[in-house]
Nanobody, 114 residues
Framework: QVQLVESGGGLVQPGGSLRLSCAAS????????MSWVRQAPGKGIEWVSS????????GYPPSSKDRFTISRDNAKNMLYLQMNNLRPEDTAVYYC???????RGPGTQVTVSS
C-alpha cells in the first residue's frame, strides 16, 4: 500500500531554513506528480508546492514562491522541500502526498518562533 513518511521538521527561528524529506513507497513514485501541503493549528489544508513526475516543473502559491524549493530523487523515491527565510506564519504540520490523491503521510511539525 501507499506509504509516505515525512521528516526534517523542527523548531527554527524566523529567517532560518529547514529541509523536509518524504520517503515514498508502495507505488510507482517516478510516475506520480507529488505535492507538499500544510495545516496550521485551527486552519484548513494549504497547498505549498507541487512537482511533476519528471521533476522538471514545479509550482508554488505566492506564500511559498521564492522561499521554498521542491525537488525529488526518483532513484531514491524521495521528495524534498527546501524552506528558506521561514516566517512564523509557516508554522504548521507539513505533509507530502500524491498530487492526484487525498491521502497524506503522518506529517512533520515545523515551528517558526524566536
Amino acid at each position: 500500500q501507499v506509504q509516505l513518511v515525512e521528516s526534517g521538521g523542527g523548531l527554527v527561528q524566523p529567517g532560518g531554513s529547514l529541509r523536509l524529506s518524504c520517503a515514498a513507497s508502495g507505488f510507482n513514485f517516478s510516475s506520480e506528480a507529488m505535492s507538499w501541503v500544510r495545516q496550521a493549528p485551527g486552519k484548513g489544508i494549504e497547498w505549498v508546492s507541487s512537482i511533476n513526475a519528471a521533476g522538471d516543473r514545479a509550482g508554488y502559491p505566492p506564500s511559498s514562491k521564492d522561499r521554498f524549493t521542491i525537488s525529488r530523487d526518483n532513484a531514491k523515491n524521495m521528495l524534498y522541500l527546501q524552506m528558506n527565510n521561514l516566517r512564523p506564519e509557516d508554522t504548521a504540520v507539513y505533509y507530502c502526498k500524491k498530487t492526484s490523491a487525498v491521502e497524506r503521510g503522518p506529517g512533520t511539525q515545523v515551528t517558526v518562533s524566536s
